[in-house]
């Protein structure tokens, strides 16, 4: 990206205004040629927020896109702001075009549309404001002048202004990333606050040039990068947010003092009281309990499994404020909070010690306590005095109570003496095996034919078992079946067995035997066979993501993930024709990582040839100095699918 350095001078008195005028400045900011790649220029994107005593920030933005190709032409003939009407206000102030030629277009607002936003599964009440710019070229502008007040998360209240305040009042908090999909000449941010308000700030994964000052009553900080380019991603990589250029600042001391407002606000509130329908209702499950996990263990999945997720408006209590127990359980309906609600009133009937918590699934918590939380879990106090964690939300058909797709994610108790943030811990690899044994016969026409059983635990276990779960019980059969297809579509399923039901998780890890014929699987003549063992062949992929990392990328910049750490065994005996031998016989493979492991071998004796494969997976989140490892064991076990058996008579 050519480097174009612009020195800006922003006065603010209501909307922002600049000294130099936008038909002289864009004549200085470069073609499609300056940007490969990049389909607009975002010429500057100013932010300057006023935080009033309550902690109410009034946001007026102020944007410049300049059109770099067709294809951001399109991108931009529409301008979109999403917001919340329960927590914040939006008015579009000013959106101008300034036309290639020269002309300057003023839209008119009476064309502003306020509408409901699209919604999958959570039906809060988003809206978006819009204007149609209509038609552009490349070389054109777009400027747009935007007012805020408010804040991200819903809170229901009465009066119109005091809705907009955020939930821990008289406090301020925002996150801003300084990365984009398109280059940006300059982003600043300006927050003007009460003088009494200290915050404290910092800029994560690069730098930027900050400035604090004083004026009257009030601290006003100045946060601004330059040339910022697009981020470049790599596959299956971290979140964006744990690794690009991003400020976070809060006006809220320490994670203590949020812990300590959280279990504050919901008890006020009297979210996890009991009622008396409730208190019956687990006295009644928990009637054949005889330990605390027994207990622990039905409160949980009972509803992981039995309240559906779908988030609707339903009164005070969006947002950080969770829905009471006689509202979730007669509804049996909401979101993660509301489900983390419901199992905290359960445990409380059951006279265990519970609260809420927050974390956020998918990226990293920074030491700043801004409000970096997008899902509500449960905590419990055992008998050994310490807190564990429940999510009744990741475990529906689950064999856990805490899903370890969430492990080392951090999170935040709400606990009556504060908590610190923290984060869980890795699971072992062994709570989450894939074992895959084959006893298999090959006959000189190459017809395989043999049985296959499977048995899965923890996430492996889960992902096994959504062919049943997340199907019709009339295609249960054809989902197995397909595993076979997908290797061989001559295979023919002469019986399986997945137990009587499988809905039934927490009888035990699920297991599936099948025997199968796949005629011509081997390609056999004049006295040869050759074959890649179908346990070898990835069969069951469903279990195995780590095998969906592209082992092409050769150094890593960022840390990646997988599902879930993960141990996989694999192992098969094939019975091959009398006279027969293997003249291709590999060395024994070993990879001794610290963060992933592989071992293989191949042996023949007799008539039967034995191929085994082991690989471990230690962890979910890694750091890019793991990818060698993990790399090879992955390809190993990936070239092990592409490695043919020969045999020779």
């Not at 907009?164 to 606050?193: A, C």
């Amino acid at each position: 990206m050519k480097k174009l350095f612009l020195s800006l001078t922003y006065l603010f008195a209501g909307l922002m205004l600049f000294a130099v005028p936008v038909e002289e400045l864009l004549k200085t900011t470069g073609t499609a040629s300056d940007y490969p790649g990049s389909d607009y220029l975002i010429v500057f994107d100013s932010t300057k927020v006023n935080v009033q005593e309550t902690g109410l920030g009034y946001f007026y933005t102020h944007q410049l896109f300049k059109i770099l190709t067709k294809k951001g032409a399109l991108e931009k003939r529409v301008i979109e702001y999403g917001y919340d009407p329960l927590s914040a206000y939006v008015d579009v102030k000013m959106v101008k075009i300034y036309r290639k030629d020269g002309s300057i277009e003023v839209l008119d607002l009476e064309e502003v549309r306020d509408y409901p936003a699209p919604a999958r599964m959570i039906y809060w009440g988003a809206r978006e404001k819009m204007i149609e710019v209509g038609r552009l070229e490349p070389g054109d502008a777009v400027e747009v002048e935007l007012f805020k007040k408010g804040f991200t998360y819903a809170l229901l209240m009465e009066d119109d202004e005091e809705k907009y305040i955020p939930p821990m009042r008289g406090h301020f908090y925002d996150i801003i990333p300084f990365w984009s999909s398109q280059p940006i000449l300059e982003k600043v941010y300006t927050v003007n606050m009460p003088f009494d308000k200290p915050m404290q700030f910092e800029f994560y994964h690069g730098e930027c040039r900050s400035s604090m000052r004083f004026e009257n009553d009030r601290t006003i900080y100045t946060f601004s990068k330059k040339n910022i380019e697009p981020f470049k991603r790599e596959r299956n990589m971290i979140a964006l947010s744990d690794v690009a250029p991003k400020l976070l600042l809060s006006t809220s001391p320490d994670w203590e003092a949020k812990s300590l407002w959280f279990y504050g606000v919901n008890e006020d509130y009297n979210a996890f009281d009991p009622t008396p329908e409730v208190e019956a209702f687990v006295d009644e499950l928990l009637k054949d309990a005889k330990t605390e996990m027994d207990s622990i263990s039905i409160l949980t999945h009972w509803v992981a499994d039995n309240m559906r997720y779908s988030g609707i408006s339903m009164g005070p209590g969006e947002g950080f404020t969770l829905h009471n127990a006689e509202m979730n359980f007669r509804d049996r309906c909401g979101v993660c909070k509301d489900k983390a609600s419901l199992l905290v009133a359960f445990l409380r009937a059951a006279e265990f010690e519970s609260y809420p918590a927050m974390t956020m699934a998918g990226s990293r918590i920074e030491d700043i306590p801004a409000d970096q939380f997008n899902h509500s879990v449960t905590v419990v106090k055992l008998s050994d005095n310490e807190y564990h964690l429940l999510d009744p939300t990741w475990v529906p058909f689950v064999r856990e109570l805490w899903s370890s797709a969430e492990q080392q994610q951090n999170y935040l108790m709400g606990l009556p003496e504060g908590a610190d943030l923290m984060i869980t811990p890795v699971s072992d690899p062994e709570n989450h095996y894939l074992i895959i044994d084959g006893k298999s016969q090959i006959s000189k026409d190459g017809t395989l034919e043999g049985e296959i059983y499977l048995t899965a635990e923890g996430q492996t276990d889960a992902s096994i078992r959504g062919m049943f779960i997340r199907s019709f019980k009339s295609e249960w059969e054809k989902n197995v079946e397909n595993e076979l297809l997908k290797v061989n579509p001559k295979a023919e399923v002469l019986e399986m067995n997945y137990g009587e039901n499988p809905y039934n998780h927490m009888e035990g890890p699920i297991e599936i035997t099948i025997k199968y014929r796949i005629p011509g699987y081997a390609f056999a003549g004049n006295n040869k066979i050759v074959f890649v063992p179908l346990i070898s062949s990835n069969i069951f992929s469903r279990g195995m993501s780590h095998l969906f990392l592209s082992t092409k990328i050769g150094e890593r910049k960022y840390g990646f993930r997988d599902r879930c750490s993960r141990l996989v065994k694999l192992s098969e005996t094939v019975t091959i024709p009398d006279g027969y031998s293997m003249v291709n016989q590999p060395e024994e493979t070993i990879i001794d990582g610290v963060a992933a492991a592989y071992q293989s071998n191949i042996l023949q004796k007799g008539n039967t040839i034995s191929i085994k494969q082991e690989i471990v997976l230690e962890k979910r989140i890694y750091e890019s100095g793991d990818w060698p490892e993990v790399k090879e064991a992955v390809q190993a076990q990936k070239d092990m699918a592409q490695t043919p058996v020969i045999l020779y008579k």
